[in-house]
């Protein structure tokens, strides 16, 4: 990214982080077979990178002394075989989480002290990727699923198609995704209770309000916060 088009506002700087957290959260979720097999330690130094565009990438590290931007961890790949998989990824969440954070304060250098406060607030609704990694996110008291009332006796959820991962050829729900155009989509929505993502359409939008309501296979409809649901990663849309 060249320094004219850095972002500058808060609103920009938070769009920035949001979209790189996208992208490192999939890469250590939805991805995580595949960027695990990228990190081969006979390969040189790597480091795993959220892309401005939602994506992820795992290569070496820039160039340029110093680099434009900080850098994230280097070698994530050599730790990889002298680990279990879940320490090492928990040991990438963290790194990658300082990163995220180094980022976003390295744009927000020129802003007021109540700008940089506003920036972390909003950063700060996330959880981290460490806890999701690690599933030492809470959900806010949320003991069932994601959305705002349990399923009615008569529609048990229980028969709604469900799967323990959800489609490859689907991706993250993100705010760019909060538009009419929304209405219809079919997506997966993963219950922390149990751990499935389970097939839904999207019944209706609103998007002034980010709010939706979505309906499962088995007929039950449900009223979701999409702010709630795309910091926590719950949404994987599937590929039109």
């Known amino acids: 990214m060249s320094a004219q088009n850095s972002p500058r506002t808060v609103e920009d700087i938070y769009e920035d982080f949001e979209l790189r957290r996208n992208g490192l959260l999939t890469a250590l979720t939805t991805d995580v077979d595949d960027f695990y097999r990228q990190c081969d330690p006979d390969r040189e130094n790597l480091c795993l990178y959220g892309e401005t565009n939602g994506a992820w990438t795992v290569d070496l ?3 340029e002394v110093p680099p ?3 850098e994230p961890c280097l070698g994530i790949n050599f730790a990889r075989d002298g680990m279990a998989r879940k320490d090492w990824l928990a040991l990438v969440a963290v790194h990658s989480d300082s990163w995220l954070y180094a980022v976003s304060f390295y744009h927000a250098t020129k802003l007021d002290a109540t700008s940089r406060l506003r920036l972390f607030k909003s950063i700060n609704q ?4 460490y806890e999701v990694v690690t599933g030492k996110h809470k959900t806010n008291g949320r003991d069932f699923k994601p959305g ?4 009615e006796p008569e529609m048990p959820v229980s028969s709604a198609k469900a799967a323990d991962s959800p489609l490859p050829t ?3 729900l993100t705010y760019s995704d909060i538009v009419p155009q929304l209405k219809g989509r079919q997506a997966e929505l993963f219950w922390p209770d149990d751990k499935m993502w ?3 359409e999207i ?5 002034s309000k980010r709010t939706a309501k ?4 088995s007929g039950e409809i449900e009223e979701l916060d999409l702010d709630e649901i795309i910091r926590e990663g719950h949404m994987s849309l599937i590929t039109q």
């Open 61 to 63: 590290p820039a160039e």
């Open 126 to 129: 996330y959880p981290t990727l």
């Open 203 to 207: 019944h209706s939008i609103i998007p």
């Open 68 to 70: 434009e931007l900080p």
């Open 214 to 217: 979505i309906q499962y296979t």
């Open 148 to 151: 705002r009332r349990r399923p």
């Open 170 to 172: 689907g991706r993250l």
């Open 198 to 200: 389970y097939l839904v």
